[in-house]
C-alpha cells in the first residue's frame, strides 16, 4: 500500500520568511495529493491540492509542486504571517482502494514568529 | 464544513466501559471516515463506509466497530474502551461526485479514557 513520509516535523521561520515542507509517496500509481492546516484545536482543513497531470499549482501565498519522478511533492509558503503557524499535513490516496483513502504524513508544526 | 457535526465533542469515561461516536452528515455523502489522531502519529484511518451497511477496516481497526444504517450516520464504538484508545477523534467525508479523493472533516471527538 501506499506510506507518505513527511518532514520536517517542526519548522520554525521569521515572519516574511518562506517555509518548505516535503513529503515522498511509495506508489506511483497515486494521482492526487492535497495539503491540509490545521490550527490548535480546529478540524484539518484542506488548503491545496495538485493532480499528478500537473507539476505546480498556486495560490496567493501558498504553492504546491510535484516531482512524479522522484516521488516528492512540496508545500511553499511564502511571505510567511504569525496565522499560518500550525500544524500540516500532506496525504496521497491509495490508488488501489475504492474507497477514496488517504494515507497522510505525520505532520509539521510550522511556527511564525513575529 | 461540508455539513458534518460530530457528538459529542468531548467525553471521559473509564478504562473497560463501551463508547459510541457519532458522526452526522446532511449532504448525502456516500464516503466517510473515522480517522484518529495521536501527537507524531499524524492521522490514521480507523474504518470507513461506502455506502448504507458496507463498511471496512482501516489501518488502525483493531479495538473498534463501526456501523452505518442511515446514509447521514456514521458510529464508531469502542467495545471496551482502554487508555490507548485516549486521542481525538475525527470523522470525514469524500465530496458527492468527487473525481478525486477530497476529503473534508468534522470538528473532532476529545476522548478521554481513564
Known amino acids: 500500500g501506499e506510506n507518505v513520509e513527511q518532514h520536517p516535523s517542526t519548522l520554525s521561520v521569521q515572519e516574511g520568511d518562506s517555509a518548505v515542507i516535503k513529503c515522498t509517496y511509495s506508489d506511483s500509481a497515486s494521482n492526487y495529493f492535497p495539503w491540509y492546516k490545521q490550527e490548535l484545536g480546529k478540524r484539518p482543513q484542506l488548503i491545496i491540492d495538485i493532480r499528478s497531470n500537473v507539476g505546480e499549482k498556486k495560490d496567493q501565498r501558498i504553492a504546491v509542486t510535484l516531482n512524479k519522478t522522484a516521488k516528492h511533492f512540496s508545500l511553499h509558503i511564502t511571505e510567511t504571517q504569525p496565522e499560518d503557524s500550525a500544524v500540516y499535513f500532506c496525504a496521497a490516496p491509495d490508488p488501489y482502494n475504492q474507497g477514496g483513502k488517504l494515507i497522510f504524513g505525520q505532520g509539521t508544526e510550522l511556527s511564525v514568529k513575529p | 464544513d461540508a455539513g458534518i457535526t460530530q457528538s459529542p465533542r468531548h467525553k471521559v469515561t473509564e478504562t473497560g466501559t463501551p463508547v459510541t461516536l457519532r458522526c452526522h452528515q446532511t449532504e448525502n455523502h456516500r464516503y466517510m471516515y473515522w480517522y484518529r489522531q495521536d501527537p507524531g502519529h499524524g492521522l490514521r484511518l480507523i474504518h470507513y463506509s461506502y455506502g448504507v451497511k458496507d463498511t471496512d477496516k482501516g489501518e488502525v481497526s483493531d479495538g473498534y466497530s463501526v456501523s452505518r444504517s442511515k446514509t447521514e450516520d456514521f458510529l464508531l464504538t469502542l467495545e471496551s474502551a482502554t487508555s490507548s484508545q485516549t486521542s481525538v477523534y475525527f470523522c470525514?467525508?469524500?465530496?458527492?461526485?468527487?473525481?478525486?479523493?477530497?476529503?473534508?472533516f468534522g470538528p473532532g471527538t476529545r476522548l478521554t479514557v481513564l
Open positions: 470525514a467525508i469524500r465530496l458527492r461526485g468527487a473525481t478525486y479523493n477530497e476529503q473534508f
